[in-house]
C-alpha cells in the first residue's frame, strides 16, 4: 500500500518561495512517475508539474518559469520549490503516483492529504 504525504505549505505574500514536499511510503519503491496538482475553492484539481522516473520534468503554463519539481529516490521523497508566488497560486497541493501513456501522466488513486498554500496579495 502507498502512503504519500505532504508538508512544507504555508502562507506566503506576493513575490515570496516556498518548497513543498512529498514522502512516499512504499514496499518496493520503484521510482515511478509523479506529479504535483493543486486544488483551489470551488475549482476542480489541476495538474502542476510532473517528474518522470529518470527525474525529467514537465511543468504547465502556470508553473513554467517558477517552480521546479525534483525528486531524491534515496529518500523517497518529491519536492516543488516554489518562486514568485502570486494569489492564483493560493490552493491545496497534492502529491501523485501515476504512469505515462504516450506522453501524457496518467494519475492514479494514491494521493496525500494535501498541504495547503496561501498567497497573500
Known amino acids: 500500500q502507498v502512503q504519500l504525504v505532504e508538508s512544507g505549505g504555508g502562507l506566503v505574500e506576493t513575490g515570496g518561495s516556498l518548497t513543498l514536499s512529498c514522502v512516499v511510503s512504499?514496499?518496493?519503491?520503484?521510482?515511478?512517475?509523479m506529479a504535483w496538482y493543486r486544488q483551489a475553492p470551488g475549482k476542480q484539481r489541476e495538474l502542476v508539474a510532473t517528474i518522470t522516473s529518470r527525474g525529467y520534468p514537465g511543468y504547465t503554463d502556470s508553473a513554467k518559469g517558477r517552480f521546479t519539481i525534483s525528486r531524491d529516490d534515496a529518500k523517497n521523497t518529491m519536492y516543488l520549490q516554489m518562486s514568485d508566488l502570486r494569489p492564483e497560486d493560493t490552493a491545496v497541493y497534492y502529491c501523485?503516483?501515476?504512469?505515462?501513456?504516450?506522453?501524457?501522466?496518467?494519475?492514479?488513486?494514491?494521493w496525500g492529504q494535501g498541504t495547503q498554500v496561501t498567497v497573500s496579495s
Open positions: 512504499s514496499s518496493g519503491f520503484s521510482s515511478p512517475p
Open positions: 501523485n503516483i501515476g504512469q505515462f501513456r504516450s506522453g501524457r501522466y496518467i494519475y492514479s488513486d494514491s
